[in-house]
């Protein structure tokens, strides 16, 4: 499906079905990003948030449903130079000797380029200072603490100056001042018509930017539309802001609307 004549979605994913060690973890998710949107993922531990993002960019393989790109199908043909995509949790840099900077500078590379864009240097360091990691360029990431080197896999994908950026849970681990700088990077880049798609436990500082919220419940779409307001008990420091309402059993067929939404 495209936009108008021209314009295809930053992210068309239809009918996915996921199953992972023998379980459905995703059931029939269909998911249209438009260019430009900021879509936050919420839903509560172990909803699918995780495996959807791998799903939508062929980390995990899917068992039905198909997915594209810009327009193109997941595949050699898909166009990677134009996703950043920040994991949740760093999966190999921690036993990495490479410095931050090196890492960052990574992020410009991708398949029939062997090496850094012109520029490359310039721009990783500019990565790096978004992140608030200017000073700390030449540190070799495995000797950084984890809200540090989780910062760096953000400027890894900030370098490549992406015209889709997923994000899974960005900010959990990085200090409040450090979490503002991203955010305002985050709505440079939101300004300049990148998509955002991203994983949040709650929208916290991201809430002024967030267009849209999809919510996960058991693996399904349980709400599509405008981001939940915050609620009163929502103050408490011990309560969980994205949660669905308690239901023991996954819901039937069809999207369920549990989540807090004020008009
Ligand atoms: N490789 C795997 N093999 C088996 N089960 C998996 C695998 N990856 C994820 N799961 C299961 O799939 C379910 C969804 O996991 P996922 O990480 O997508 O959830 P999530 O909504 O992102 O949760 P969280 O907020 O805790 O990160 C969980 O029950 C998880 O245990």
Do not use: C
């Amino acid at each position: 499906m495209t936009l108008g004549t021209t314009t295809p979605l930053a992210v068309e994913a239809t009918g996915l079905d996921v199953t992972l060690g023998g379980r459905r973890i995703l059931a029939g998710v269909d998911l249209a990003v438009e260019p430009g949107q900021v879509l936050a993922l919420l839903g509560a531990n172990g909803s699918g948030k995780s495996t959807l993002v791998r799903a939508l960019l062929g980390v995990v393989p899917t068992s039905a449903g198909s997915v594209r790109l810009f327009g193109a199908p997941l595949g050699p043909s898909a166009p990677w130079h134009r996703v950043g995509y920040v994991p949740q949790r760093m999966p190999a840099a921690s036993g990495m000797p490479a410095t931050a900077l090196e890492v960052v500078t990574s992020g410009l590379l991708h398949r029939r380029r062997v090496r850094p864009a012109h520029g490359g240097r310039r721009r990783a360091l500019a990565a790096l200072e978004s992140v608030g990691l200017a000073d700390r360029a030449h540190r070799r990431v495995q000797e950084m603490s984890g809200g540090q080197q989780q910062r760096v896999l953000i400027a890894r994908a900030l370098v490549r100056d992406p015209d889709l950026l997923v994000l899974d849970e960005p900010t959990s681990g990085i200090d409040i001042p450090t979490q503002a700088t991203f955010v305002d990077t985050v709505a440079r880049l939101h300004a300049a018509g990148t998509t955002v798609v991203v994983i949040l436990h709650e929208l916290g500082p991201f809430a002024g930017l967030i267009q849209r919220a999809v919510v996960l419940r058991h693996g399904r779409v349980a709400h599509d539309g405008p981001p939940p307001a915050a609620r009163p008990e929502h103050a408490h420091a011990d309560h969980d802001h994205t949660h669905a309402h308690p239901d023991p059993e996954p819901p039937p067929t069809g999207p369920t609307i549990t989540v807090e939404v004020t008009p």
